[in-house]
């Protein structure tokens, strides 16, 4: 009985597509409304510390006297608060998600003192 079960799945996957991709090659297309990793618009940014106030994980740093806000990414956990609370909107959700990688991940970024002058 059990071999006439298996029979029934080879046959089945012999005609039909592979469920699975190939994932280097072939990148996911994810939903419109995926909330993936944040990026900042550091130009627009008035490092008032409110995003860094509402992580829950404490993954954002902001630095005022510096101009200087950074974000540990393996920290995250994309829960948005942080681009919800922001006052100037200068966060976003992005829809992709931060690459896997061996070490922890820490983007910084410095707004450049001379534009805003």
């Known amino acids: 009985m059990n071999i006439m079960n298996f029979t029934k ?3 089945k996957n012999l005609f039909d597509k592979p469920v699975t991709r190939a994932y280097p090659y072939k990148k996911r297309e ?3 409304r995926t909330r993936g990793k944040i990026e900042i618009d550091i130009d ?3 490092f008032c510390g409110i995003c860094s ?3 829950p994980t404490g993954a954002i740093e902001v630095k005022r006297d510096e101009k200087l ?3 540990e990414r393996f920290g995250c956990i994309q829960c948005g608060y942080c681009a919800e609370s922001c006052p100037k909107k200068c966060l976003s959700m ?3 998600y931060t690459e896997p990688d061996a070490k922890k991940l820490k983007d910084t970024y410095i707004q450049n003192i001379e534009e805003q002058a």
């Open 69 to 71: 806000w950074s974000i």
């Open 53 to 55: 106030r509402k992580c």
């Open 30 to 32: 994810y939903p419109e």
């Open 44 to 46: 627009s940014c008035i």
């Open 9 to 11: 799945v080879v046959i």
């Open 94 to 96: 992005n829809q992709n």
